[in-house]
Every structure is written in structure tokens, then in C-alpha cells.
Nanobody
Framework: QVQLVESGGGLVQAGGSLRLSCVASGSIFRINNMGWYRQVPGKQRELVAGITSGGSTNYANSVKGRFTISRDNAKNTVYLQMNSLKPEDTAVYYC?????????????WGQGTQVTVSS
């Protein structure tokens, strides 16, 4: 089993910044892709940013140029640096990891961290 714990959410004014962190722990063999998703009530969870184990990244169009995803493989941690935040970035942000245990692959999710951007 793999556990993901997010931190770093909070309340910030529009134009401000936040940095989210997500640490993976447990019986880790190899973590492949990691990512950040977000969800607002009544809407589907959407991909914000993803990163491969080799460091290749992809972003939702709505956050390109403002958010940066990175990871520290030695610490099993993924980060999301969020700059120039807008009220529409308000959501619960979830960390996601694709883990391979040597035989099977599985997708794990964190519990989520609330990000609120005030106008």
C-alpha cells in the first residue's frame, strides 16, 4: 500500500502564491507518473499538472505559465508551485501517483488540500 499526504493549501489573495507538497510513503517499489488534480463541487476532477519519473511535464491550459510541477524522487515527493493565483483556481487539490510494485501498477490518491483564492 502507498499513502499520499498533501500539504500547503490555504487561503490566499488573488495574485498570490502557494506551494503544495505531496509525500508518498508505505511499501514503495517504483513511482512512475505523479500529478496534481483539482475539483470544485458539482464538477469533475480535472488534471492540473503531471510529471513523469524522468521529469517531463504537462499542464492544463488554464495554468500554463503560472503553475510549476516538480518532484524529488529521492524523497518520493511532488510539488506544485502556484503563482499569480486567480479566484477560479479555488478548489480541492489532490495528489495522484502511479505506483508499480514489481508486478502490478496501481493509482493512489491523497486526501486533498483546500486552496481558496479570494478576489
Amino acid at each position: 500500500q502507498v499513502q499520499l499526504v498533501e500539504s500547503g493549501g490555504g487561503l490566499v489573495q488573488a495574485g498570490g502564491s502557494l506551494r503544495l507538497s505531496c509525500v508518498a510513503s508505505g511499501s514503495i517499489f517504483r513511482i512512475n507518473n505523479m500529478g496534481w488534480y483539482r475539483q470544485v463541487p458539482g464538477k469533475q476532477r480535472e488534471l492540473v499538472a503531471g510529471i513523469t519519473s524522468g521529469g517531463s511535464t504537462n499542464y492544463a491550459n488554464s495554468v500554463k505559465g503560472r503553475f510549476t510541477i516538480s518532484r524529488d524522487n529521492a524523497k518520493n515527493t511532488v510539488y506544485l508551485q502556484m503563482n499569480s493565483l486567480k479566484p477560479e483556481d479555488t478548489a480541492v487539490y489532490y495528489c495522484n501517483a502511479d505506483h508499480y510494485d514489481g508486478k502490478y501498477s496501481g493509482v493512489y490518491w491523497g486526501q486533498g488540500t483546500q486552496v481558496t483564492v479570494s478576489s
